[in-house]
C-alpha cells in the first residue's frame, strides 16, 4: 500500500515513521592541474524506519532496493539526506510494485505445482533485483521441487552469499529449502547452507538439529550426535532433538563413547519436564 505521504507515516501514538527515497551528493574532483573540474555525483538510498531504527539501503539501476542495509541515526538522515519524493512515486514505488507481484504471481503458480508458469514469474522478478531474497528462495525450490539440481546449484551458490537469505523475515523460506536441499540429496550444499546461517545464528538449536539430519544422511553418525547435544546444551527440552537421539538410541546407532553424554542429556530433559508443574487450560 502506498503511504499517503511516501516520506512520513504515522503509528497511533502520533510518532513519524520514515519511508521513502533520499538522495545524498558527493562532490568530485576529476583531471589534474589546469584540467581540473567538479563533479557532483547523486546517489540514491530507500530509507525505512523501523521504531528507533532507521536502514539505509541503495537502489540498483532498475530503481529498486537492492543490496546490503545499514544502519543510520535520524541525526544523519536529517544531516546528510534530502527527500526525493517525486522519484520515489514516479520511478520507485511502481517498480517495487512491479517485482512484488512477480513474487507473488510466483507463489501462486508454485502453490498449484505450476512450475514453469512459477519460473517465468520468479524470472521477472529477478530481472528487476537479482538479489530479492523471496524471488530467488522461489526460484530454487521451483527447480528443487522438478529435480533440476544443476539450476538449483546456482540458484545456491546466489542465496548462500547472501545475508538477507537468513533474517528472521524469511525463515519459513530459508527452512524450506534447506529441507528440500537435503530431500534432493545436496548433502554437502545443504550442509554449507545450515553452516553459513550458523554463522549468523550461532544460537539457534534448529539450525544444530538440521545438521545433525544432513549428518545422518551422510553416515557421520559421531558428528551428528554432536550437534544433537549441541541442540539440548541450548534448549535442554527440545522436543524433536529428543526423538532424534531416542531412536538413535533405540537402532544402536550411538558410538559408545557418546553414550554417556547423550543418556545425560535425555536425563537433563527428563527432569526438567518433571520439575515443570502443571497448568490449567
Request: with cysteine.
Amino acid at each position: 500500500m502506498a503511504d499517503k505521504n511516501p516520506h512520513t507515516s504515522h503509528d497511533t501514538n502520533g510518532k513519524a515513521d520514515v519511508r521513502g527515497v533520499f538522495s545524498t551528493q558527493e562532490v568530485r574532483r576529476v583531471g589534474t592541474g589546469t584540467t581540473t573540474r567538479k563533479t557532483v555525483q547523486k546517489t540514491f538510498w530507500f530509507i525505512e524506519q523501523n521504531g528507533k531504527e532507521i536502514d539505509c539501503q541503495p537502489l540498483n539501476t532498475n530503481y529498486v532496493p537492492s543490496g546490503p542495509k545499514r544502519k543510520i541515526t535520524l541525526d544523519e538522515l536529517i544531516a546528510k539526506f534530502s527527500p526525493e519524493p517525486e522519484f520515489y512515486l514516479n520511478s520507485v514505488f511502481p517498480k517495487m510494485q512491479e517485482m512484488q507481484r512477480n513474487v507473488e504471481n510466483g507463489d501462486t503458480h508454485r502453490d498449484k505445482g505450476e512450475t514453469f508458469a512459477a519460473e517465468y514469474e520468479y524470472s521477472r522478478a529477478l530481472k528487476i533485483d537479482e538479489e530479492n531474497v523471496r524471488a530467488n528462495f522461489g526460484i530454487g525450490l521451483t527447480y528443487l521441487e522438478r529435480g533440476d539440481n544443476a539450476k538449483a546449484q546456482d540458484i545456491f551458490q546466489r542465496l548462500v552469499k547472501l545475508e538477507a537469505t537468513f533474517e528472521p523475515e524469511h525463515k519459513h523460506l530459508f527452512n524450506e529449502f534447506g529441507i528440500n536441499l537435503r530431500k534432493s540429496k545436496m548433502l554437502q550444499e545443504s550442509l554449507e547452507y545450515y553452516n553459513r546461517a550458523l554463522e549468523l545464528s550461532p544460537n539457534d538449536e534448529n539450525l544444530y538439529m538440521n545438521i545433525a539430519r544432513v549428518l545422518l544422511e551422510l553416515k557421520d553418525i559421531s558428528q551428528c550426535v554432536d550437534y544433537l547435544l549441541k541442540a539440548l546444551e541450548l534448549a535442554p527440552r527440545h522436543e524433536t532433538s529428543l526423538k532424534f537421539l531416542a531412536w538413535l538410541i533405540q537402532k544402536q546407532l550411538v558410538p559408545a563413547d557418546k553414550l554417556e553424554g547423550v543418556r545425560t542429556a535425555l536425563k537433563t530433559a527428563q527432569n526438567g519436564a518433571a520439575a515443570k508443574p502443571k497448568t490449567a487450560g
